[in-house]
């Protein structure tokens, strides 16, 4: 039986485990379907320009030395990101003739692609050249269409998809307590990489302007601290305004991230641009509101009162949603949209449309 390999520019360790969780999310469900299945991934999230190219070269040497040794018994090839991840997949349909899928989920074609004119031409050529592409949100169907001459025939739209056995309802209070939170105060939640896009700087001024209106709320800061400059920027922010509620939580295992989702009342989500949001619709599967930017994949997912759509970089408008989520204890005019939200997306659905992908694309 041929094999799929995946290759992805992020992939979760013991040390980094949400560094790319929802490609190694994907594979788990693949390999329990029973698909063959091979990963070759950057598992090191790393810093430095000098650390960067040492990780890109020896993955790139280790994918390319895979392909000419097996190139025979490969099926197909799926990249994660288009760029710089779809090269590898471009290469190996040139040299090996191996057909491959590629999927897009946002940021590389955001910004990746903005970077240098080089960059957006070498991200063309792998769209046109895929046997798929899959996106992970509308607007992005859109973008790679217009914006990269991509047959609108071969874009799929597919996300990542939820798991609703990790995200889950839990009750508020026990997970509360087993989280050690002892108090009944509100809890605005984010969770994402603590960097400046994600629209952490104007969630912490939100927050400020919340203060007097819910004295005994609590904001926490779940993710992945990769700018050292911008953490101390934050630390100055929450300095000068006192805000003593404000916590940071370093990265854990996804059953850790459901729980604080389920002790949350809100979860912000004030992005400057995101591809699709998966982190909002999990955030849902448990039963805790969303209050998200108007950009991108979060615009269909919290469209007509699935959650909260805010205008992105406003703290005003981003305070006022999650005051109206925060006012409204019992969250009832959103439970039965994100429910149904939840079961469009949920693995189940994605897994058999993924599979069809395979089996068209495959040789």
Partial sequence: MKKIIVFSNMYPTKNHPTFGIFVKNQVNQLKEAGVNLEVIAIDEPGK????????????????????????????????????????????GKRIFKIPYAVTVHGGDIDKMAGKHSSIQKMTRKILQGAEAVIVVGEQLKQDVITRFGVSKENVEVL?????????????????RNLLGIHDDGE???????????????????AYAKLRDRFPNSSLYILGSQRNDTFIKELGSMIQAQDLSNVHF??????????????????????????GFGLVALEAMATGTPVVGSDVGGLSYLLQDGTGVLVRPKEVES????????????????????????????????ILQRLLTIYSRVGR
């Fill in 48 to 91: 430095g320009k000098v650390l960067t190219l040492k990780k890109y070269f020896s993955w790139f040497m280790r994918s390319m030395k895979y392909l000419v040794q097996n190139n025979k018994n490969i099926s197909m090839t799926h990249a994660h990101y288009a760029f710089p991840t779809g090269v590898i997949s471009l290469i």
């Fill in 159 to 175: 996300s990542m998809g939820v798991d609703t056995k990790v995200f889950k309802k839990y009750t508020q209070s026990e997970v």
């Fill in 187 to 205: 809890i605005i939640l984010f969770v994402g990489n603590v960097i400046r896009e994600k629209g952490v700087a104007e969630l912490i001024q």
């Fill in 249 to 274: 939580i370093k990265p854990i295992q996804q059953e850790g991230v459901a729980k604080w989702m389920a002790a949350a009342n809100v979860l912000a989500l004030p992005s400057y641009h995101e």
């Fill in 318 to 349: 981003l305070a006022d949603g999650l005051e109206e989520v925060l006012i409204d204890e019992n969250n009832v005019f959103k439970k039965d949209k994100m429910k149904a939200m939840v079961k469009k997306h949920s693995t189940e659905t």
